[in-house]
């Protein structure tokens, strides 16, 4: 495994296991203990996930040390506020089993986030959790928050793959320390993923898959990724990314493909915020990320 140091110094493995849409506590458990198994040591929940607990009882059952692991969370925006973060905090870390948190995520630029975060520096100034981030904040967002507070967030995940690949946001977040980390490398397999002609030859001729040619492209482009997968031989070909290299043409060639725009989540689109809101209140009639 290959890591990426952020701000303060913590390692992270660049690649790591999402587990979004693994709702089912049961399979997610399995899940979470077939990718340790399978040598993944990186782990990516979230309250709104709802498998917290699923993924503690997967670690506490693994018997790999503690401090082999790095477990990331995220607070959503019905946690939000310097109270309520804190006390968010530790709902989480007993669902997780855990004493510490790796990593502590404000999930969405939505609500009392500037209260969120400080209450995340509180909790970070105190050794609860090795390193603060956001997700989903544009570049234009960090630059604010990094001028209002001491800690600048180690890690901004991001939607980013070749179909969104965000690299003038990229080059602010790097500038300022912020360690971009991409969420949803697939896209889901959304727009042909899978399929697309340019990532299938460059699939063939390093004789690997598109999913291991898309992992592959973001973390050489300093990117850490969290694949998410229910099958095992997924699980082990999403991990296989370090014995081969993208050429500068084959680079090239899928910076190509960008099409500039979100293709799952907008957190500026009015529409897209009232959907999670409107999620956090009807869990069961919506969607979210
Ligand atoms: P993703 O990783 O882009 O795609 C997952 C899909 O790809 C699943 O349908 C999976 O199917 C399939 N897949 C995985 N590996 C494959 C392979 N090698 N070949 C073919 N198909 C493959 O999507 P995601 O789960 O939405 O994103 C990954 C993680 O990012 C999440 O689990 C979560 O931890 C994080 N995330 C964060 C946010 C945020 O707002 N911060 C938003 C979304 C996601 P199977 O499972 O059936 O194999």
Redesign the pocket.
Known sequence: MEYITLNNGVQMPKVGF????VDDLAACEKAVAEAIDVGYRHI???VS?RNEEAVGAAIAKSGVPRDELFVTT?AYIHQMGYEKTLAAFDESLEKLGLDYLDLY?V??PFGDYYGAWRAMEELYCAGRVRAIGV??FGADRIVDLARNFEVVPAVD?L?L?PFYQREDEISVLSGLGVAPEC???????LNGM?DNPVLAAIASAHSV?V??VVLRWNVQRGVPV??????RE?ME??LDVFGFELTADEMAAIAALDLGRPQ??DPRDPAEVARVYDYMENPVLTTL?
């Open positions: 999402g587990v979004f849409q990516d929940t979230a996930y995220k995520l999930h969405m997700s989903n995940q939607e793959h969420w949803a490398p697939f896209a889901e397999g899978f898959s999913a291991q969290i694949p998410k997968s229910v099958h997924r070909q999403n799952m989540f990320q």
